[in-house]
């Protein structure tokens, strides 16, 4: 090419020559210079169909692709080719217009967002081409960064320089990194890089190159656009990322040298993605602090994505496609594909064409959710200064003009931290748990501290209504019990005065006979009243005790619900054994053997025997009964013994004053004499002497039958004869027929029968010699006395004890001079019991003392 302006060109005529004093404005059109209609920058479009991907209707910030140029300088080689020649381009960046020189006379003048010269530093390319776009990634946006032009023309340098000798010479890459990395905070936000290569329509990982064919995933709800199947390395600093940068190059180098391709017709596409975390008002954290939770005010916390693509493309040179490169045709189309394909998506956009062919290529695809749409997108055109590159030139100018119509619609990435809302919710329902179990359990102690109340509450009830019940009864039976004596004194007065008036009646006074039958028939009405009274208040007793079983019955219903687990205590027991006692005297006669079975079963023998030493004499008196009654029965009479009843029976001899409880006791006590072991018993725990006194002190005959009765049972003893007699058992046997009452006389009858029964049986033994313990003790003159007793009882065993005396020669000189031998002789030959008859005949004869005596009469 012929040169005319040498050196001086560039700067000489052809920039002079252009028109440039008439105003630029967006609606000026020169019609020689300015060729297209660039937009200035208040000039936004607010259409937002001019996307790649974006979904028409999502909210976003309008905004334009952003359309820098850059010239490279001169080269070597071009400083020397060119040396004559003025550049085909000429700047004026304060206008931010590049004039594209036709000839030399005439050049077409474009605007751009920004017109970049050789002498433009890094930095400042930096500033105004790629910062934007990091901030907006920074914010929650997408962003893309390409560089397009003629290999060659620096897209790499602008791009990719790592500048680690000179980091003036940084690339937007590099810079991008550092901003981004000084931007976020490393605890909440992440950092993380793809790396790769596009070529051929397939893509390549630079971080791993034999991961290649990576597909492309979108999502079909979001739109987003994602490469699952690249290597994704979290970024923390620096140095690290150009080392991953480093490597990246080197595997592009590699693979192309592999292929035998060059780079220049690779694509270097860089993917960074920025997650960040929002503070402030949403977050999730912030709105749990302090005690007071409410799911309400729990929101997850949201996470910012922003994705910047830097994509350094392939060269934009035409390929030979007559192979003289070494490519087939088919090569050749499907290397330019992406490239020509991202053109038309850009023409497309650019005329708000309907239909944009996005998915016509790889790097459109990949560029769908980046490029234009909803993101904020800046690319930066390479151009060489080299006049013989011209048409390379204005192609590459005509597509920064092109793209420079493409509208962006903004679209803030935000997105819900459900991951972290999941772990606040986990520790608010933690708390939530804790708080729950601290309120039931002071719930439970609440229902244990009520329960307990309302257990003790009813206990006070239940004693307060059972002391006033029983007060009642008291007061009931002591009138009744003072009504009855009344009327019997009464009765037993008019009787004697009706007795003492009887005679003269049958015989002289009518008239007194009649006042006499008047008072009877008021004695009998007014006792039929008190009868009347009596079966009264027996109902109200009855009533109120009813009343009382069905409160006891209730308390302890109400005691077992309140009672969860169930201690298995009954504490009604002696409650109902205190009613069943008193019961007795009003149950009759026939139940009541049953009822004490009942009564013993139900509550058991030792709380009845526990009863023996109540306060309360009256009960003092029921229980005493009840043992009685129990001690009737043989089979009880053991468990009785065992549980200490036979002791405390004894006592009772001792302590009470009361004849009742003596003749009762008493009454037990013989029962229980009936078998031998408790013989031993009664003996070895001084019983014989506790019956000696209650016998002294009785007056009541039956209670003198009873001492009487025990120690005849005592008396037939074998092995307890001496300590019997020693004790003075013989001595109060006898002390007791002071009382004339043929039941007592019948017992101490028995009881020396019973006596001389042993004695005669140990003088056979030969363990018994001298006279017999009953007459050394005075018993004879008694025997004597009533061994022709009227009462068949008093008779028999007077017999029989006669029949044992006689049989030993030891007793005969005393039966002889107490006139004891004569009665012998009566029942030989009178007694109705024919064995006694026999044996009295049969001793008589025996005995030489005895015959000698008859004879000598
Ligand atoms: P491309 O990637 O477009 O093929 P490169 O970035 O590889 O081009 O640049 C080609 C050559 O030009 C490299 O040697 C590079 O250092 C140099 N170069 C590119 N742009 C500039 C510039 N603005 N200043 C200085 N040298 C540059
Ligand atoms: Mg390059």
Not at 756 to 783: H, V, Y
């Amino acid at each position: 090419m012929a040169t005319s302006g040498g050196g001086s060109y560039r700067n000489g005529t052809h920039r002079n020559s252009l028109k440039v004093d008439r105003p630029f404005s967006m609606n000026s059109n020169p019609k020689t210079s300015v060729k297209s209609k660039p937009l200035s920058s208040s000039g936004l479009r607010r259409s937002s169909t001019g996307s790649i991907g974006a979904a028409k209707d999502d909210a976003g910030v309008p905004g334009r692709v952003r359309v820098a140029v850059r010239l490279r300088p001169r080269n070597t080689e071009e400083l020397v080719a060119d040396a004559d020649f003025a550049d085909c381009v000429e700047l004026q960046p304060e206008l931010k217009r590049l004039k594209l020189r036709k000839n030399n006379w005439d050049s077409d003048t474009y605007e751009f967002d920004e017109v970049l010269t050789e002498f433009a530093s890094q930095k400042r390319v930096y500033e105004v081409v790629a910062k934007p776009v990091v901030e907006s990634v920074l914010d929650g946006y997408n962003g893309t960064i390409m560089a397009y032009g003629q290999t060659g023309t620096g897209k790499t340098y602008t791009l990719g320089r790592l500048g680690e000798e000179d980091t003036a010479a940084r690339g937007i890459m590099v810079r991008a990194m550092e901003d981004i990395l000084a931007d976020v905070s490393l605890e909440t936000d992440s950092i993380s890089v793809s790396y790769l290569q596009l070529y051929m329509e397939t893509i390549q990982d630079l971080l791993d190159p034999a991961n290649d064919n990576i597909p492309i995933v979108e999502d079909s709800k979001t739109g987003d656009v994602s490469l699952p199947g690249a290597n994704l390395v979290e970024i923390r600093d620096q140095k690290s990322f150009v080392e991953l940068l480093r490597l990246g190059e080197a595997h592009r180098f590699a693979a192309n040298t592999k292929l035998n391709t060059e780079s220049s017709r690779s694509h270097a596409i860089l993917m960074v993605h920025v997650k960040r975390s929002v503070k402030g008002k949403h977050s999730a954290l912030s709105s749990e602090k302090g005690s007071n939770l409410h799911m309400k005010t729990l929101r997850p916390a949201i996470v910012r994505k922003g994705k910047l693509v830097v994509v350094d493309l392939a060269g934009s040179e035409r390929i030979d496609k007559s192979g003289s490169e070494g490519h087939t045709l088919e090569e050749a189309k499907s290397i330019n594909l992406s490239l020509s394909a991202l053109g038309k998506c850009i023409n497309a956009l650019a005329e708000n064409s309907v239909h944009v062919p996005v998915r016509d290529s790889k790097l459109t695809r990949l560029l769908k959710d980046s490029f234009g749409g909803t993101a904020r997108t800046s690319l930066v055109i390479t151009i060489g200064p080299s006049p013989r590159h011209r048409g390379e030139t204005a192609s590459t100018i005509m597509f920064g003009q092109r793209a420079m119509k493409v509208e962006n619609m903004l679209k803030l990435k935000e997105e819900f931290d459900y991951k972290s809302l999941s772990r606040g919710l986990d520790i608010q329902l933690d708390k939530l748990i804790s708080e729950h179990e601290r309120q039931q359990k002071a719930f439970e102690n609440e229902i244990e501290r009520i329960t307990t109340e309302a257990q003790n509450r009813i206990s006070e009830v239940e004693r307060n209504y059972e002391d006033a019940l029983e007060e009642e009864r008291v007061k009931y039976q002591r009138d009744y019990m003072e009504s009855i004596k009344k009327l019997e004194e009464q009765l037993v007065k008019n009787q004697q005065k009706h007795g003492f008036e009887k005679v003269p009646v049958r015989s002289e006074d009518d008239c007194s006979a009649l006042t006499s039958n008047t008072e009877i028939i008021k004695l009998r009405k007014m006792l039929e009243d008190e009868a009347l009274q009596k079966e009264k208040l027996e109902g109200e007793i009855a009533i109120l005790h009813s009343q009382l079983l069905q409160i006891s019955s209730e308390a302890d219903e109400t005691r077992r619900r309140l009672d969860r687990g169930g201690s298995g205590k009954v504490p009604g027991d002696l409650d109902s054994l205190f009613s069943q006692v008193k019961l007795q005297q009003q149950e009759p006669g026939n139940g009541e053997k049953a009822s004490v079975a009942k009564l013993f079963e139900q509550v058991g023998l030792q709380k009845i025997l526990s009863l023996l030493e109540s306060e309360d004499s009256d009960l003092r008196i029921h229980a005493v009964k009840v043992v009685a009654n129990l001690a009737a029965e043989e089979t009880n009479q053991e468990k009785i013994v065992e549980a200490g009843g036979l002791t405390s029976l004894l006592m009772l001899l001792r302590s009470s004053e009361n004849e009742t409880i003596h003749r009762v006791a008493a009454g037990a006590i013989a029962n229980l004499a009936m078998n031998e072991t408790n013989q031993e018993l009664i003996m070895g725990q001084g019983g014989i002497g506790l019956l000696s006194i209650t016998a002294a002190n009785a007056e009541d005959p039956q209670t003198l039958r009873m001492v009487a009765g025990a120690i005849a049972n005592l008396c037939g003893n074998d092995k307890l004869q001496m300590k019997l007699r020693g004790e003075g058992g013989i001595k109060a046997l006898l002390g007791m027929v002071r009382c004339r009452h043929p039941d007592v006389l019948a017992q101490v009858a028995r009881g020396i029968a019973n006596f001389a029964k042993c004695e005669s049986r140990a003088s056979m033994q030969g363990t018994k010699t001298g006279r017999s313990l009953l007459i050394e003790d005075g018993a004879l003159p008694w025997i004597v006395q009533n061994a022709n007793n009227e009462a068949s009882p008093i008779r028999r065993h007077i017999e029989l004890a006669l029949c044992h005396l006689a049989q030993h020669e030891a007793n005969a000189k005393d039966m002889i001079s107490g006139g004891a031998l004569w009665e012998l002789v009566r029942i030989s030959r009178d007694c109705s019991r024919e064995d006694i008859r026999t044996l009295a005949h049969r001793t008589l004869t025996s005995c030489p003392a005895f015959q000698a005596e008859m004879r000598r009469l």
